[in-house]
């Protein structure tokens, strides 16, 4: 008989995780704003200033927030495969995944730069970067827990990418069309930049229906490239357990996780076929309303205090990122399209 009891101290946290999610989802109505990081915002008010016993010992709220903040997320990413199919890279043409590459590779390594030059946390940079560079949230959410990032730089990060995002809505079209863009350049260039597949979407179809067309197809593609970004990861964090002394029985736990392959699997049932359509919007949808419990409980997690000493420089790094990232991509653009 399956033993629930060690499932019993989450009932607190994992209530309050899911009620912040749902009145977060209530507000995005009324407020054009990224559902996540309302939910991230809204959850540091109520873990601040409601639950304050959260953030000290009290189990009742910790280990059910914590169980939402990972393992649910987790679960959420796995499930996330089911909305890409790898036959989209066919479409896109060599000098396309090239521009894509290049981007994030520029991107995330812009980001460590201008964390270092600003003397950020090297683990926020990343996750500023990793976010800039290949899809937001998602990609911050399946890279956290490889580069053990904490909480706090988890929600900093991901609050900072989806407002660059939201202002890349306006700003990607307006400078597309500014740079004198066709629309395929323009669809390529919106979505190479935004965060969010939302966000690209939405700003590739406000230019028009065939740059919205190439928009979604190249931020998908970025999307993609989170598996083999995963991998590389592992790899350097194995590096660097055994090139700082850690015993190699200790870098050798570092290895792919579940839900990575998970992932994987999913994108092929989806490559594949298998599935009717209906079946596989449902698991999109349920991917969506977990991810946004695990944001809210991310919100729980970090404390004001934290915020105020490193929002304010992880601000200038992630504009200035986002500004570079726009230029490199349009130089690309014009360079191979």
Not at 66 to 74: G, N
Not at 81 to 102: H, R, W
Request: hydrophobic share 55%; proline share 2%.
């Amino acid at each position: 008989m399956l033993d629930l009891s060690k499932y019993k101290t989450y009932t607190k946290g994992l209530l309050a995780s899911i009620a912040v999610a749902i009145i977060a989802s209530i507000i995005t109505h009324f407020i054009s704003f990224s559902t996540a990081t309302i939910a991230i915002v809204l959850g540091m008010i109520v873990g601040n200033i409601f639950f304050k016993t959260f953030h000290t010992d009290e189990p009742g709220f910790k280990s059910g927030v914590k169980f939402a903040e990972k393992d649910l997320l987790m679960f959420a990413i796995a499930l996330m495969g089911i909305n890409l199919n790898f036959t989209m890279l066919a479409n896109l043409g060599v000098k396309t995944i090239l521009i894509i590459v290049l981007g994030m590779a520029f991107t995330i390594g812009m980001g460590l730069l201008l964390g270092k030059l600003f003397k950020l946390n090297p683990k926020l940079s990343l996750m500023i970067g990793i976010g800039n560079g290949v899809c937001g949230s998602s990609a911050i959410a399946a890279t956290s827990g490889i580069a053990k990032v904490k909480s706090n730089d988890i929600g900093i990060s991901i609050a900072l990418v989806n407002l660059m995002g939201t202002v890349g809505i306006f700003l990607a079209p307006f400078l597309a069309h500014a740079l004198g863009f066709n629309d395929i350049q323009a669809g390529v260039f919106t979505g190479n930049t935004l965060q969010a597949v939302g966000q690209a979407v939405a700003a590739g179809f406000s230019i028009s229906d065939e740059a919205g067309h190439y928009a979604t197809v190249v931020k998908m593609g970025r999307v993609l490239l989170l598996v083999p970004l995963v991998l590389i990861l592992i790899y350097i964090v194995k590096k660097e357990n055994q090139n700082s002394g850690e015993a190699v029985e200790q870098a050798g736990k570092v290895g792919v996780p579940s839900f990575i392959i998970w992932f994987v699997g999913f994108s092929i049932v989806a490559s594949l076929g298998w599935l009717p359509k209906e079946v596989e919007t449902i698991i999109s949808s349920i991917s969506g309303y977990i991810t946004l419990v695990a944001m809210s409980a991310i919100g729980l997690m970090i404390h004001f205090g934290t915020i105020m000493k490193t929002a304010g420089t992880a601000f200038k790094v992630s504009s200035l990122l986002f500004a570079l990232q726009l230029v490199f991509s349009a130089v690309l653009i014009g360079m191979l399209l």
